[in-house]
């Protein structure tokens, strides 16, 4: 049957047209903004169509490639679910019903309530925004506004990660860093399916693959890069923090500790003052007793106090001394010391609430300390520190970790991700070869950020920005009588150091009228009807709720680009162009897509118009804040700008430092220098972006570093050296313990100050995660997990990822499933202390023993996204976040807490404790609860798709 | 596999018709036909229009069946074009064959024995479709052309007894029916006893193989690729009930072979007219539909290893 | 054509590692995307937006848990695409010469203007490597990007296969595996690289490089695979090392 011939072949030709036309921009399909190549065809009348996108090879975020929503692009450029024109709400909210109006009738309806509101009592405005990337932009208008009552939505995200890695050393996991891959000789993750830096780690995890070096993955969930991991450590969730504490543990008594790095670049040797029942009790002993002067540490030469600022002074890191006034005071590293060799950190004492075995736990310690110790990382590279000494060698303690959202979504997540920042600290691994790096404008640390600004009043704009890093308990956002100024309660006794906001909190809050009702919710980008509140089926019931006269929240403006769930939920809708029709601005002064070699900054532009009658949303909120005449929006009553694009190159934040750092001025800048009308041109013609790279001698040690520090100043990222040292001991938590003892004039009320003086340790600590007062009815986990080939709620409009996640089951370990008597396939109730769901279920063997799990977001409402009633997302999809309550139970007192951590706020998502019974399938062959029903303003999708560059 | 009615009406139907082309053509070999005009004319045509519907059927299991044509390119390779060939070459032969018969009122002899062996060869090319697929273990064995090719002859011959009745002769087709029908089950029966051990893994194609993953454990499917569904899992990862496929087993049994049988032996016995066979052939094809469409239904293929099963 | 052609000198294919793939979809959505304007009829979907959505992949993502006799079970990304078999059992039997496996290089490929949409090559392929197109009715199946990896029209570092350009794990690699110098030869000769299915006889030319050992030690009495380690030596005072390291300093 094999006879072999040869014979004629077709001819196929090998170099057939690619495309017409190549434009160069930033994808948008997640926020990792890889850079894409748009490739564009001609159709018939000329006119340049999408044909395909493929990864800039140049880009400094992804070197060529994309992941699968990046390559599917094109689908949600062409998703039937794009909305059209403005929408003015016509039935009941919720219901859909809406009819399209014009640009002029939207902005007139939209100025005339945020004009009554302004003019009235500004913070009856709630701006709140999503992922979008032009937080420096939205933050401005609001602050213009006078609303006290903006933030992004950090909060529910990795506010967590973001404040400890801030508070802790000036620079956090998240995207604000990265693991050196090239030197690095063991990588520790921690938490992660996806993160936002997408490609970056996968990118990072091939090199270490290739290299060999082994990966520790420590997760629940042996899924994605867990699945690749050298090592999997199927931890139970909530309990990281004890793991890495008994990690540290085992560093301190095997001696893996740098104490050279110790000694120079922490607070290792300052002294803390130990008067128990004083204001001052915890704080650091300063020169004079100054509250701003410098800490004092214990002179190894003298043994006496001495400036931690002179630079001849060796600290001592052990023993005591006595302070000039008589008090005891201790080295922070002696505290740490003490406090973490105690028997209550041994592995053997943590590990059956860790699930990880204590030998386990020793062999990874000593893996540590090897890699660590035994193979430090030696670059012939000399660089001078800040102190003026010079180093002729970069040497680094090549272990890098990375952390996210599994560390960070749950209560006592701040203190776990200092936990993990202490054990890189002591390892000396931060800012090190091999290490863990930051990317620049960080290292930045709290105190160069700017303290939170709530006061507001009529017509003015807020005295300052919103978001902030409080240093103490005096820069708290709260009304004399201690209730909070914002509507989120940020920075306020129930979250002083919520840094991103608690967007999570808003509507519940505002349907409460706690701390005060509001007039207009003005959402951006954020599906808060749906996946990204906890609690959904009461959040669409709060939105829909009537008091009466007219809904508690009375008017609700919403930019989507596409006909989601929250979509249904507003009175008037602002429809956003898609990412390849409009421009955006990755910028330095919000969340930039630098490397740790190189500052980098990007744009979006609109590589095809629109075909609708839509518009950026940034534009529009220039043309919002011209119509209001904010501040800053006008010149004489014109406007200042004439789309974001004129933005984008023409506004100032600094003199001489505008949203791109790209070829500023004559086009030379970089960083600094005037406006270029050039500008964007300039950044179309380099694919998209800019990039500027960290001088070899800069590029370690950035903290301290002071080629670093003069070319941050260059760059613009500040105007002055900003030199810092690591805190392993946070005095500010020290701070609000304090004023919780009654200490100082701001104190939190009483039913709020144990709490305060139980989490706020300025050492990190572990403690049990608020879910777990569920008790023992609710014995397992429950938690998400990003799917790489799908980005939240948007990505089920697009005709080729859904075919890849259409539905989710709820995976069960072995064991649980056994004992519940299901089967791949079966119908389970799955019960938390607050809700229920019934949803199908398949078995694994890959996860943590007691832990539940599912991809998250996948579930949808009948009527969103353009799908049909019976798409699969509506029928066997389901969210989780229906058993998770945005309050945890009541307390004996009647309070009731927000399911967040007590320091920062964060959405406290992975807290759930649920149990599982065996569920018959559901009548109506749909999971439940039933999200209930919305019409499509904008239609249903077409039956069959088949793209060829003919059909464009 | 996905059992395409297509495909069951294609394979059992021109069964029949190239059986009955067989079988009236071994008839006339043997100088065993009559020498009726008539016969010839409702047996050719009765022949000729089996095939032809059989075929017809195949047609509609082409998505560009315009193209068919192109299926003769390959006779080098493929048994799937040199079925083509032998389909219409038996289809020629034997029409020529049934046109002499008709018009000289005499069964040609040589023609007759080609016709037979075209038709016979006919029905192994069809088989040998499936025969060849070492992807789906149930139907790679000689045993697969040998049950199709007997069950052709059964059918064939039950068929030739059925037109013969009218003719007042049936009684020696229907013996031979008897023989052929069960030789057909002995066949069937060896191929059930095949197909039972025909497990994926023994053909080398158990999750572990199919992935490369030896020697680590048992593997099993977490997630397959797309939540929605494709192509493979249409036609090949297709799943029966084992209920249904018990029902169906014994209906085969019963109608294919057993009321067959029970009606054949009482014709043959004088029990019955033997104007009654056309029955006992109805009887019998609803029995060999069951027989295809577990043939299709029951046979795993390859590549749903891929998709978790054993 | 549908008879095999002389051992072809080249023999081109892909090299997937399956120690490093995440199974992120990122090459089936690039190839999806690549070729449903590329070679031939467009890679069509049905139903995209309704109840039952379906379409035409040329590489799908599978992935498989794998329970050691002790411990947990391991999870394993399986991408899945044409192999382009040395002696490729979907060529023989196509009855129309639609599908042929080139002489040159080896790549298999389905010629669209000649195929009947019959489904037998689907059928004859082990791996599940062609689909039918349900808006063509014609055979579709990885082209190992024949329309790139020569495209005069494409940068020389774009010529190489959609899908490999976009890996972002890099476990796609492309190259010659009759030429023992090349690298994805030598690649697999350094990580022992598989044939999938040998006993299907089809001699695949891609090689699937398997998963490395792994180490997983989730507590519980029974299955904690943790390597045994000897006890850290104690210092002697709880902290002496810290003074030898602060006087080191000094
Ligand atoms: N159970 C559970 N729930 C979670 C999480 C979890 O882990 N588990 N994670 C939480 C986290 S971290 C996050 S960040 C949230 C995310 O949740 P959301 O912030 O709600 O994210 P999306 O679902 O992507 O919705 C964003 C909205 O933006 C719209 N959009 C997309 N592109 C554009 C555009 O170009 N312009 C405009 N104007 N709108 C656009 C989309 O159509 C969609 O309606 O979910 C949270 N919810
Ligand atoms: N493809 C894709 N990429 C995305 C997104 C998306 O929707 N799709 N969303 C983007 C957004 S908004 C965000 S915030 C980032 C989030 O990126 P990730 O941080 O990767 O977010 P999650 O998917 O929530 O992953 C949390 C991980 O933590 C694990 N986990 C849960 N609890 C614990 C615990 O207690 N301990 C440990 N060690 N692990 C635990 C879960 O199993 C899961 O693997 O991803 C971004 N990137
Ligand atoms: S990770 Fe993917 S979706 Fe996100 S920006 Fe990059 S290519 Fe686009
Ligand atoms: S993998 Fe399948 S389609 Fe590809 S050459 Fe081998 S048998 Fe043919
Ligand atoms: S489907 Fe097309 S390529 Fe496949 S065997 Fe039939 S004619 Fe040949
Ligand atoms: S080589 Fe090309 S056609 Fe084949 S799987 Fe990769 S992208 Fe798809
Ligand atoms: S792109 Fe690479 S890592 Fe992702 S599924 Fe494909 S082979 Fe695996
Ligand atoms: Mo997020």
């Known amino acids: ?952 | 596999m996905h059992p395409a009615f297509s495909l069951i009406i294609f394979s059992s139907v021109s069964g029949v018709g190239f059986g009955l082309m067989a079988m009236l053509g071994i008839a006339a070999a043997l100088e065993a036909a009559p020498s009726s005009s008539l016969l010839a004319l409702l047996g050719g045509m009765a022949a000729l229009g089996l095939a032809a519907v059989g075929l017809l059927a195949s047609v509609f299991h082409l998505r560009r069946p315009e193209r068919a044509w192109r299926a003769f390119s390959e006779w080098r390779s493929s048994w799937l074009s040199r079925e083509g060939w032998l389909a219409v070459a038996t289809m020629a032969v034997f029409f020529v064959f049934a046109l002499t018969w008709a018009i000289t009122g005499r069964a040609p002899q040589v023609l007759g024995i080609a016709s037979a062996a075209l038709a016979v060869a006919t029905v192994f090319c069809t088989a040998m479709i499936y025969a060849q697929l070492r992807t789906v273990p149930r139907w790679h064995t000689p045993l697969t052309p040998l049950a199709f090719v007997l069950i052709a002859l059964a059918t064939g011959a039950l068929a030739l007894a059925s037109v013969l009745a009218w003719f007042a002769e049936g009684r020696g087709a229907a013996s031979v029916a008897l023989v052929f029908l069960v030789l057909a089950a002995a066949a069937k029966v060896a191929w059930f006893a095949h197909a039972r051990g025909a497990t994926l893994e023994r053909a080398g194609a158990s999750i572990e193989a199919a992935t490369g993953l030896v020697g680590r454990g048992a593997a099993k499917l977490f997630e397959a690729p797309h939540t929605g569904s494709n192509y493979l899992m249409h036609e090949m990862v297709y799943v029966v009930g084992r209920r249904r496929a018990s029902a169906l087993r014994k209906v085969a049994a019963v109608l294919g072979v057993l009321v067959p049988l029970v009606l054949l032996l009482a014709t043959v016995a004088g029990l019955l007219p033997v104007k009654l066979l056309g029955v006992a052939l109805l009887i019998q094809l609803l029995g060999i539909f069951a027989e295809r469409w577990l043939f299709f239904a029951e046979a795993q293929h390859a590549v749903s290893a891929y998709y978790g099963h054993r | 054509m549908t008879t095999l052609p002389p051992e072809p000198q080249k023999k081109l294919g892909l090299v997937i590692d399956l120690d490093t793939c995440v199974g992120c979809h990122a090459c089936a959505v690039a190839c999806k995307e690549w070729n449903t304007q590329g070679y031939g009829a467009p890679l069509s979907d049905q139903d995209p937006y309704g109840d039952d959505p379906s379409g035409t992949w040329l590489n799908r993502i599978h992935s498989y848990e794998v329970k050691p006799e002790a411990g947990p079970a391991q999870l394993i990304h399986f991408p899945r695409s044409c192999l382009h078999c040395d002696d490729a059992p979907c060529v023989t039997v196509c009855p129309t010469g639609a599908s042929y496996k080139r002489a040159e290089d080896g790549i298999v490929l389905v010629n669209e203007d000649a195929c009947m949409g019959c489904g037998l090559c689907a059928w004859a392929c082990p791996y599940g490597a062609r689909e039918m197109d349900g808006s063509a009715g014609v055979m579709k199946k990885c082209t190992l990007c024949v329309d790139r990896i020569d495209n005069e029209n494409l940068p020389p570092e774009d010529r190489e296969p959609a899908c490999v350009r976009t890996c972002p794990t890099r476990a796609r690699h492309f190259g010659d595996l009759n030429d023992p110098e090349s690298d994805v030869s030598k690649l697999v000769a350094a990580r022992g690289g598989v044939d999938l299915m040998p006993e299907q006889g089809t001699r695949p030319v891609n090689k699937y490089l398997p998963p490395r050992a792994r180490e997983a030690a989730p507590f519980s009495a029974s299955c904690d695979a943790g390597s045994a380690t000897q006890e850290a030596p104690v210092p002697t005072g709880r902290l002496a090392w810290l003074d030898r390291a602060l006087a080191r300093l000094d």
């Open chain 1, 1 to 952: 049957m094999l006879s072999r011939r040869v014979a004629k072949e077709p001819i196929v030709d090998p170099s057939p047209h690619v495309s017409d036309e190549i434009r160069k921009t930033t994808c948008y399909m997640c926020a990792c903004r890889c850079g894409i190549d748009v490739h564009l065809v001609r159709d018939g009348e000329g006119a340049l169509k999408v044909s395909h996108i493929e990864g800039n090879r140049d880009h400094p975020v992804n070197q060529g490639v994309l992941c699968a929503k990046g390559s599917s692009g094109l689908m949600q450029h062409r998703s039937p679910a794009r909305l059209r024109a403005p929408l003015k709400r016509v039935g009941p909210r919720g219901s859909g019903e809406f009819e399209e109006i014009t640009w002029e009738e939207a902005l007139d309806m939209a100025t005339t309530w945020l004009g009554r509101v302004r003019a009235d009592d500004p913070k009856k405005l709630a701006f709140f925004t999503g992922r979008d990337q032009s937080q420096s932009f939205t933050s401005w208008w609001a602050q213009a506004f006078g609303t006290p009552n903006y933030a992004a939505h950090g909060g529910f995200c990795s506010v967590n990660m973001a404040t400890a890695g801030i508070y802790t050393m000036g620079g956090a996991f998240w995207e604000f860093g990265a693991p050196d891959w090239e030197n690095t000789k063991l990588f520790m993750i921690f938490g992660v399916a996806e993160d936002h830096d997408s490609n970056p780690i996968k990118l990072g995890l091939s090199r270490l693959k290739a290299r060999g070096v082994k990966v520790i993955g420590v997760n629940p969930v042996r899924t994605g890069y867990n699945a690749i991991a050298d090592e999997w450590v199927g931890i139970t969730p909530g309990t990281d923090g004890l793991f890495v504490l008994a990690l540290i543990h085992e560093l301190l008594r095997r001696g893996a500790v740098d104490v050279e790095y110790l000694v120079n670049f922490t607070n290792a040797g300052w002294l803390v003052i130990d008067a128990p029942g004083t204001a001052e009790h915890g704080l650091f002993a300063r020169v004079d007793g100054e509250p701003e002067g410098a800490a004092l540490v214990i002179d190894r030469r003298t043994g006496k106090p001495a400036s931690a600022d002179d630079p001849d002074v060796r600290a001592d890191l052990q023993g005591e001394v006595r302070l000039a006034d008589g008090r005891r005071a201790r080295p922070v590293f002696a505290l740490v010391a003490e406090r973490y060799l105690d028997d209550s950190y041994a592995p053997e004492a943590v590990e059956a609430r860790c699930g990880v075995s204590a030998k386990t736990i020793r062999r990874i310690a000593e893996e540590l300390h090897s890699a660590a110790f035994d193979e430090p990382v030696v670059l012939d590279r000399p660089w001078t520190d800040w102190r003026g000494r010079r180093h002729d060698k970069m040497v680094g303690r090549p272990v890098s970790v990375h952390a996210m959202r599994g560390i960070s979504a749950h209560s006592n997540g701040f203190q776990t991700a200092r936990a993990i920042h202490l054990m890189q600290i002591l390892l000396g691994s931060v800012e090190t070869p091999g290490g863990f790096r930051f990317k620049p404008p960080y290292p930045k640390p709290a105190q160069a950020h700017p303290r939170p600004h709530a006061k507001c009043s009529p017509g003015e704009p807020l005295s300052g920005p919103h978001l902030g890093f409080p240093l103490g308990p005096e820069h708290l956002c709260i009304n004399d009588d201690g209730s909070p100024r914002r509507i989120d309660k940020a920075f306020s006794w129930d979250a002083p150091l919520s840094a991103h906001g608690l967007m999570h909190m808003v509507i519940a809050n505002a349907a409460a009228g706690d701390p005060y009702k509001i007039d207009t919710l003005f959402l951006y980008m954020a599906n808060m009807a749906w996946n990204s509140s906890m609690n959904t089926s009461a959040v669409m019931e709060m939105l829909t709720r009537n008091d009466g006269d007219d809904y508690v929240i009375p008017h609700i403006i919403y930019s989507d680009a596409y006909s989601s769930e929250m979509v249904a939920f507003a009175d008037l809708i602002l429809p956003d162009t898609t990412y390849l029709e409009r421009h955006d601005c990755i910028s330095l002064l919000d969340r930039p897509i630098c490397e740790p070699d190189m500052a980098a900054d990007a744009i979006r532009w609109p590589v095809v118009e629109p075909d609708r009658d839509v518009r950026g949303f940034q534009s529009v909120l220039l043309d919002l804040g011209a119509r209001l005449a904010l501040p800053g929006f006008q010149d004489g009553n014109k406007p200042r700008y004439t789309d974001y694009a004129d933005y984008m190159v023409r506004h100032l934040r600094r003199p001489g430092v505008g949203p791109l750092a790209g070829w500023r001025g004559d086009g030379e800048g970089a960083g600094r220098g005037e406006p270029n009308p050039d500008q964007l041109e300039r950044y179309k013609e380099n694919g998209g972006f800019f990039t500027s790279e960290v001088p070899e001698e800069a590029a370690y040690f950035k903290p301290w570093n002071a080629a670093y520090q003069d070319w941050a100043v260059t760059m613009g990222f500040y105007d002055a050296p900003q030199p810092y040292v690591f805190q392993l001991y946070l005095e500010p938590l020290a701070k609000f313990q304090r004023a919780a003892e009654g200490h100082g004039p701001v104190t939190p009320p009483a039913s709020k100050a144990e709490r305060i003086l139980e989490t706020f340790d300025p050492l990190p600590i572990w403690y049990a995660p608020f879910g777990d007062s569920a008790g023992e009815a609710f014995p397992l986990h429950a938690i998400t997990q990003r799917p790489a080939a799908m980005y939240h709620s948007w990505g089920s409009q697009n005709a080729w990822l859904r075919q890849i996640h259409g539905e989710n089951p709820l995976y069960v370990p072995d064991h649980v499933a056994d004992e519940a008597g299901l089967a791949d396939g079966d119908w389970a109730f799955v019960i938390s202390p607050t809700g229920r769901i019934r949803v199908p279920i398949k078995r694994t063997g890959a996860s943590n023993p007691n832990t539940l799990w599912t991809w998250n977001a996948i579930g949808k409402r009948k009527g969103a996204w353009a799908l049909r009633d019976g798409a699969p997302e509506t029928t066997r999809g389901f969210l989780l976040n229906h058993l998770i309550h945005e309050l945890l139970p009541e307390r004996g007192d009647g309070q009731r807490w927000s399911n967040s951590d007590p320091i920062t706020g964060q959405a406290a998502w992975f807290d759930l404790r649920v149990r599982i019974e065996k569920a018959e399938p559901p009548p109506t062959g749909r999971s439940e609860p039933d999200g209930g029903h919305q019409a499509s303003p904008v239609g249903e999708g077409p039956l069959n798709i088949a793209v060829d560059k003919g059909s464009l």
